[in-house]
T-cell receptor
């Protein structure tokens, strides 16, 4: 795989608590993405980054924020988790010279 | 915004039968990509199509990109149990800062 790790891999939390998911890449790629995957909805883009401190919203960004202070790390934060944010979260990077995206192993988040 | 529709949502076949999934975009695409996700896994890149009318083959898999660059298909000949998984198409419109819009996927199950 493309040197992408996500942490934690599984998390159970309670409604109203803050949660931060981490995506780490060893490939020094500029573009990084956060998606959520839910049954019947496929993969939906939450936020993406096109460089250090350069981020933008995707189609389902409400309730989420991101930060990228280093090339290798892209953090996704749920400021106050809700049950509707129970999902599998995937991080991805864009390969060089193409639109190909390489996905991390995913984080399964459950909000009770 | 851009929408990518994928049909069917589910397909169950007997091993040895053929399988096809179709993808249609609401806008003209710069390129289209196909990904496969095994149960419990993460999406893995299969192929990218760029040219109008392009056809590419990977062993038993045939990928087509429509002449208008708004639709695509993936055809698997003589399915095997190893083909089980969800197949996603993903398209990018020009100037979208390398954001992909994913179809909802087709889940293929194969009865041995």
């Amino acid at each position: 795989d493309a040197g992408i790790t996500q942490s934690p891999r599984h998390k159970v939390t309670e409604t109203g608590t803050p949660v931060t998911l981490r995506c780490h890449q060893t490939e020094n790629h500029r573009y990084m993405y956060w998606y959520r995957q839910d049954p019947g909805h496929g993969l939906r883009l939450i936020h993406y980054s096109y460089g250090v401190k350069d981020t933008d919203k995707g189609e389902v960004s409400d309730g989420y924020s991101v930060s990228r202070s280093k090339t290798e790390d892209f953090l996704l934060t749920l400021e106050s988790a809700t049950s509707s944010q129970t999902s599998v979260y995937f991080c991805a990077i864009k390969g060089l010279g193409a639109d190909t995206q390489y996905f991390g192993p995913g984080t399964r988040l459950t909000v009770l | 915004g851009q929408q990518v529709m994928q049909i069917p949502q589910y397909q169950h076949v007997q091993e040895g039968e053929d399988f096809t999934t179709y993808c249609n975009s609401s806008t003209t695409l710069s390129n289209i990509q196909w990904y496969k996700q095994r149960p419990g896994g993460h999406p893995v890149f299969l192929i990218q199509l760029v040219k109008s009318g392009e056809v590419k083959k990977q062993k038993r898999l045939t990928f087509q990109f429509g002449e208008a660059k708004k639709n695509s298909s993936l055809h698997i000949t003589a399915t095997q149990t190893t083909d089980v998984g969800t197949y996603f198409c993903a398209g990018r419109s020009g100037g979208s800062n390398y954001k992909l819009t994913f179809g909802k996927g087709t889940l293929l199950t194969v009865n041995p």
